[in-house]
């Protein structure tokens, strides 16, 4: 049996009146809802209707706030990088192999050290995990910043950006299950689909902002469709962020409880996998979102190919492509986080639904009209699997188990290089229209498939 020890009640004095007390308080009420499906054991929902939506009432919470302008500077950074890391080593080697080679090599280490960063959730003090790992990523991205305005990357030094992608997929695996079990700490349970909602929210925007800002630093520093210039801009711009993020962060105070005992990192780790595999509310949740991620996702990494060899539009394009993305993104968080808690596992299979179909148009595409309006929908279908995946877990998991669960849940990061590398095989060998848009069948059989054979999951509030 752990032992816990609260943290000074003066850390969260600091909170906006109107935070009521921490959900890690709330949540002893709700332990045992999972066993039963939960829907018995929760407050009733609210009624939908224009007069009681708020959609933005997390953001009165101060602590939120803080933590939302961390959010922002870390999500700036890593959606330019998405955008920027993918086309820099596709203009180094031409070849959509390497691309599956990126992602392996920032996907693998969070597959693995996700389980572990969910261990340090809950053993060490939140703030001090996400101020550690949001340095050591601003570090990184300063080293190819430097290498790129040295001209030491070149076709023979691509593998400096996999090393990178190495150490970044460490950082991401040790720090993302503190940075998403955070938001239980600093709000109520009843603003949980709220906070998460606008927390998409606010990573959608950046994938509308960020990559655009990306395309267009690198054309007011001479370059476009051919060469490396003003890919150094992009990363020094990067590297702010990063330090804004670690600002936001030192600015905020501690949150939660800390465990002082246990079983040891793998005992604990055990432990988180068996209560996944035999509560079943949370392993439905996350069988379907793994599924929609290992199936949907691998298309952002090979974006470079479509806008390349495909649409023809080069990195000011791809640059528009993620921004239309983003802009359907928004749209699905601000509506998730107007709605009550209401029919959520039925809205999460539809969305994965709506990404199978919508990515099966833009990968058959070769107009741009039509990969724009396709992918507005991939955006919107997205959002919806984000949000909800992570703000069903949140509400229905046993509050000891969080910071584990959300492991797993982050784990889907690093399932993604499955689907990218395969997909990149199936690319260089098929053509990337029929690898992309063969995973989004396979996703859309998927989909229905679990509708009609997983009434639960249907059924989830």
């Given at each position: 049996?752990?032992?816990?020890?609260?943290?000074?009640?003066?850390?969260?004095?600091?909170?906006?009146?109107?935070?009521?007390?921490?959900?890690?308080?709330?949540?002893?009420?709700?332990?045992?809802?999972?066993?039963?499906?939960?829907?018995?054991?929760?407050?009733?929902?609210?009624?939908?209707?224009?007069?009681?939506?708020?959609?933005?009432?997390?953001?009165?919470?101060?602590?939120?706030?803080?933590?939302?302008?961390?959010?922002?500077?870390?999500?700036?950074?890593?959606?330019?990088?998405?955008?920027?890391?993918?086309?820099?080593?596709?203009r180094l080697t031409d070849s959509a192999l390497h691309l599956g080679y990126l992602a392996l090599a920032q996907s693998l280490p969070m597959l693995v050290f996700s389980l572990f960063g969910g261990v340090i959730a809950e053993r060490?003090?939140?703030?001090?995990?996400?101020?550690?790992?949001?340095?050591?990523?601003?570090?990184?991205?300063?080293?190819?910043?430097?290498?790129?305005?040295?001209?030491?990357?070149?076709?023979?030094?691509?593998?400096?950006?996999?090393?990178?992608?190495?150490?970044?997929?460490?950082?991401?695996?040790?720090?993302?299950?503190?940075?998403?079990?955070?938001?239980?700490?600093?709000?109520?349970?009843?603003?949980?689909?709220?906070?998460?909602?606008?927390?998409?929210?606010?990573?959608?925007?950046?994938?509308?902002?960020?990559?655009?800002?990306?395309?267009?630093?690198?054309?007011?520093?001479?370059?476009?469709?051919?060469?490396?210039?003003?890919?150094?801009?992009?990363?020094?711009?990067?590297?702010?962020?990063?330090?804004?993020?670690?600002?936001?962060?030192?600015l905020m105070p501690h949150t939660g409880v800390v465990s002082l005992k246990g079983k040891g990192a793998l005992g604990d780790i055990v432990a988180g996998i068996k209560y996944a595999r035999y509560e079943p509310i949370i392993r439905?949740?996350?069988?379907?979102?793994?599924?929609?991620?290992?199936?949907?996702?691998?298309?952002?990494?090979?974006?470079?190919?479509?806008?390349?060899?495909?649409?023809?539009?080069?990195?000011?394009?791809?640059?528009?492509?993620?921004?239309?993305?983003?802009?359907?993104a928004m749209l699905g968080s601000l509506v998730l986080a107007s709605l009550p808690d209401k029919h959520r596992g039925h809205i999460l299979l539809i969305g994965s639904l709506v990404s199978g179909i919508s990515l099966t148009g833009?990968?058959?595409?070769?107009?741009?009209?039509?990969?724009?309006?396709?992918?507005?929908?991939?955006?919107?279908?997205?959002?919806?699997?984000?949000?909800?995946?992570?703000?069903?877990?949140?509400?229905?998991?046993?509050?000891?188990?969080?910071?584990?669960?959300?492991?797993?849940?982050?784990?889907?990061?690093?399932?993604?290089?499955?689907?990218?590398?395969?997909?990149?095989?199936?690319?260089?060998?098929?053509?990337?229209?029929?690898?992309?848009?063969?995973?989004?069948?396979?996703?859309?059989?998927?989909?229905?498939?679990?509708?009609?054979?997983?009434?639960?999951?249907?059924?989830?509030?």
């Open positions: 049996m752990s032992e816990e020890k609260n943290l000074p009640e003066g850390d969260l004095n600091n909170r906006d009146s109107v935070v009521n007390e921490p959900s890690s308080q709330i949540n002893n009420n709700f332990t045992n809802s999972s066993a039963t499906g939960g829907a018995s054991s929760f407050p009733p929902a609210q009624k939908l209707s224009l007069k009681n939506l708020q959609t933005f009432s997390s953001l009165k919470n101060g602590v939120f706030r803080l933590y939302y302008g961390a959010m922002l500077g870390q999500m700036a950074a890593m959606n330019m990088q998405m955008m920027i890391r993918s086309l820099l080593i596709y060490i003090q939140k703030k001090y995990v996400l101020l550690v790992g949001q340095a050591a990523s601003g570090i990184l991205t300063l080293i190819v910043a430097i290498c790129l305005t040295y001209g030491w990357m070149t076709s023979q030094t691509w593998w400096i950006l996999i090393l990178a992608s190495l150490g970044q997929g460490i950082i991401m695996g040790l720090m993302m299950p503190a940075r998403q079990a955070m938001i239980a700490d600093i709000v109520r349970r009843d603003q949980l689909m709220n906070a998460v909602a606008l927390n998409t929210f606010g990573m959608n925007g950046l994938r509308l902002t960020a990559p655009a800002l990306s395309g267009f630093l690198i054309y007011f520093f001479g370059g476009d469709k051919e060469g490396l210039v003003g890919f150094d801009a992009v990363y020094y711009f990067m590297t702010a962020m990063y330090l804004v993020a670690v600002i936001f962060v030192l439905i949740i996350l069988v379907i979102t793994f599924l929609t991620v290992l199936l949907s996702m691998p298309y952002m990494f090979l974006l470079p190919v479509f806008t390349e060899d495909v649409l023809d539009v080069g990195a000011s394009g791809l640059g528009v492509l993620i921004s239309i993305s983003g802009i359907g833009f990968a058959f595409s070769t107009v741009w009209i039509g990969a724009v309006i396709f992918i507005f929908f991939v955006g919107l279908g997205q959002t919806v699997r984000m949000t909800l995946g992570n703000a069903l877990l949140q509400y229905y998991v046993q509050e000891e188990f969080r910071g584990r669960i959300m492991a797993l849940y982050m784990m889907e990061f690093g399932l993604t290089s499955f689907g990218v590398f395969g997909a990149s095989l199936l690319a260089d060998m098929i053509g990337v229209e029929w690898s992309i848009g063969g995973m989004a069948i396979a996703l859309i059989i998927a989909t229905i498939i679990v509708y009609f054979v997983s009434p639960r999951m249907r059924q989830l509030q």
